[in-house]
């Protein structure tokens, strides 16, 4: 003989989540940061003796213009 007792079954309780408010869509924002950590894009890149700036000029290390 069982000694399980198949004659109370649970019931499933109800959630009550009220939300409040309107979705205020925080992460769909453009990304503010740390202010002035994107100020490094702006410097130029060392390629062994060579300095390659964002704006496609290549310099030598001093700043010079390089003669082609």
Known sequence: ???IN???RPAA???H???SGHYQGAELRPFQGRPGANQANA???RVGRRLHHP???VTGLQGQPLEE
């Open 1 to 3: 003989m069982s000694r």
């Open 6 to 8: 198949h004659t109370r």
């Open 13 to 15: 309780q109800p959630i």
């Open 17 to 19: 989540a009220v939300k």
């Open 43 to 45: 410097l130029p890149s």
């Open 55 to 57: 704006d496609g000029r």
